[in-house]
């Protein structure tokens, strides 16, 4: 029985979620499955993915062959990468020790990366809603400016209290 790590669908249309699970490549892409590996939520920004590496490994030691776009979520997530240095450990290239400390560099590098990520879009977002309030200000301030009474009139009625004669070449 060839086993494939695949993607199912669920959610609802236009708003997808799936779930990352290794299956019978014979079985229907949202039917039986032989174990749920993990969750995938493209909809957030960047997408959620809840993974059981240690699961992922095991299935992809056992010869299951991911889909392309599985085969990118493990990546992201590390199993792959992982799946990768055991096979060292059992050529006696590396000893465990040396395999975890990678992965665990590895992991400690990838989450910077994904909070560098999540923090240049919060600066991204913080930057809109600034320029966006600037520019309600300009209209707010050119609609006051719209409504305030002409000066030139509030010059005429003070020169009238005072009983002067506004000077040649001012209007009245």
Do not use: C
């Amino acid at each position: 029985m060839p086993v494939k790590i695949r993607l199912q669908r669920h959610g609802k249309k236009g708003k997808p979620f799936y779930w990352i699970v290794a299956a019978d490549g014979r079985a229907k892409r949202d039917g039986k499955y032989l174990e749920k590996l993990g969750t995938y939520n493209p909809n957030t920004n960047p997408a959620t993915i809840d993974l059981n590496v240690d699961g992922a490994v095991q299935w992809l030691q056992n010869g299951a062959q991911p889909t392309h776009t599985a085969r990118g979520i493990l990546s992201y997530k590390g199993a792959m990468y992982k799946n990768h240095l055991l096979g060292g450990i059992r050529k006696g290239a590396l000893t465990q020790e040396q395999a975890d400390e990678k992965f665990n560099t590895w992991i400690a590098e990838k989450e910077g990366q994904v909070e560098g990520k999540v923090g240049s879009l919060a600066q991204a977002e913080a930057d809109a809603k600034a320029k966006a309030l600037e520019a309600e200000k300009a209209v707010n301030d050119a609609r006051i400016v719209a409504n305030t009474p002409v000066v030139e009139e509030v010059v005429a009625d003070v020169v009238e209290d005072a009983g002067e004669t506004p000077a040649a070449g001012e209007e009245e």
